[in-house]
């Protein structure tokens, strides 16, 4: 699924690890995520969009 | 850094598979100093201990950690299900098969065991003496 992880992360200065370790889950994880490779669960999406500080569907697009 | 609670976290212990492998060598010792073969068994306990020690010590894998436990985030344990559900298909479909085979080769195998097992009947009955040879008849 497209979404904005990498451009909010490359945004706010953070490494994948440090992303990673944010969320409580692997940078495997977070490199799949921005590589469209794994959707992410919900918590998982509300997680990424509330540590950005934007709405889930500002972060995810299931339209692409 | 501030932590998100996003419900997943990696809560199983490091040394939780390194103990279990220590445990399934002394097993493998414990089994094989009771069928006499102490020597295989002391081999299994170092194979598994040395496995034991590779699992605690190689951090860097996210395959490793994801086995290990501590690695463990909710992608790894969808890959996880993922695979537990293929392997248990493969299962199915190979005691399926074990099936479908057994049934196929027991139309041929009754007729010769039933051979087999009539001719060693006769020829242990020849063996008896008279009186037991009777006693076989008349049970049988």
Known sequence: ???????????????????????????QTVNSIENERYTPSLPLALALARYFGVTVEEMFDDQG | MTRVNCGWRGSGSRWLMPAGCVLLGCVVLLAGWLGGQLVTGL??????????????????SETIRGLRGDGRDERFAQIDLRATGATGMVLIVAVIVAFLVEIARARRQPVHLARRAGRDRLRGRRRLPPLARLSTVESG
């Open chain 1, 1 to 27: 699924m497209k979404n904005l992880v990498r451009a909010l992360r490359i945004e706010k200065g953070l490494a994948q690890g440090e992303l990673a370790e944010a969320m409580g889950v692997s940078r």
């Open chain 2, 43 to 60: 081999i299994g306990l170092v194979v598994m201990a040395a496995f034991g020690l590779f699992i605690a010590l190689a951090g860097r």
